[in-house]
């Protein structure tokens, strides 16, 4: 194969794709300075209040391992708290505090924008074309993926 031919490749296009859409979405909220991740964290997390950490990474398909080091940036940034399941002591539960729950609503707008930037060079058929093949890929693909989602985890 040469270079030429790799890059038209579908996992070289998902990957330049996914690089575009990190920068793009790093650019739009860089007054938060939050990643991609940590943003569906604190979504989910506002979503599922006393979520463990194990099913908030089946719920928005992270590596369990790499979700931690995402909580504990999180909670050093005082956006989120851990306190433990009255059920199971050995459980952390999460929650959002106020000032999570405030950055999370404040990066809405600028989340939405990443959105629209990424799509934008797309005429609006094809953005709905596009999304509607790669939601389906996506979900057929889903237990081929190191985390796959599992939304009622």
Sequence with gaps: MQLKDLQKQPGHLIRRAQQIAVAIFIEECA?????PVQYAALVAIADNEG?????????????RSTL?????RLETRGFVERYPSPD???IKLLKLTAQG????RRAEAP????QERILAPLSPKDR????????QLVEIN????????????
């Design 88 to 90: 199971d002591k050995r």
């Design 101 to 104: 729950r405030a950055v999370a």
């Design 51 to 63: 979520i463990d950490a194990t099913r908030l990474s089946a719920q928005i398909a992270f590596d």
């Design 142 to 153: 889903n237990e081929a993926s190191r985390a796959p989602q599992r939304l009622t985890a």
């Design 68 to 72: 931690g080091n995402v909580l504990e």
């Design 31 to 35: 007054a938060f300075d939050l990643t």
């Design 128 to 135: 709905r074309v596009f999304l509607e093949l790669l939601a």
């Design 111 to 114: 989340v939405s924008r990443a």
